[in-house]
């Protein structure tokens, strides 16, 4: 008869693998994209709605300040670059966990319906928040 303890340990070795993979994943995402690399790097998170008058693009950009990030628009596309550099005290710091991607990022927005112009470019809460005025 067994005390229980083995269960516990093989749970915490599953979960541990869980996370192993998990983290994997993510690295592979971020380093290995299709064509052996990217110049454009990470692709930041994004909500797309639409209102009678206007696209609004929300953009997850943690740690980045507004003036690194470059906004482009051309009517049908909206195009959102700059690089999230990693804070200085982590950089000469033993690293446990990197979830947050670092460097180069490049995100290409299909908009819904075709804008005239950006009405609102602003950071708030972590995030970049793009209005577009619809035609």
């Given at each position: ?22 983290q994997?994943g ?15 790097g ?69 908009l ?7 009405s ?16």
């Amino acid at each position: 008869m067994t005390d229980g303890s083995d269960h516990l340990s093989d749970t915490w070795m599953w979960d541990r693998a869980r996370s192993l993979i998990d983290q994997a994943g993510q690295l592979q995402k971020q380093f290995a994209q299709p064509g052996g690399g990217s110049a454009s790097g990470w692709q930041p998170p994004i909500d797309v709605v639409e209102t009678a008058t206007e696209v609004w693009v929300l953009i997850a950009l943690p740690g980045i300040r507004h003036e690194e990030v470059s906004v482009g628009f051309d009517g049908d596309e909206l195009t959102v670059s700059g690089e999230r550099q990693m804070p200085a005290p982590f950089r000469r710091a033993i690293i446990h966990r990197i979830e947050i991607p670092n460097g180069r990022f490049e995100r290409r927005i299909p908009l819904p319906v075709e804008c005239t112009k950006v009405s609102r470019n602003q950071f708030t809460h972590g995030c970049l928040l793009v209005g577009l005025k619809k035609r």
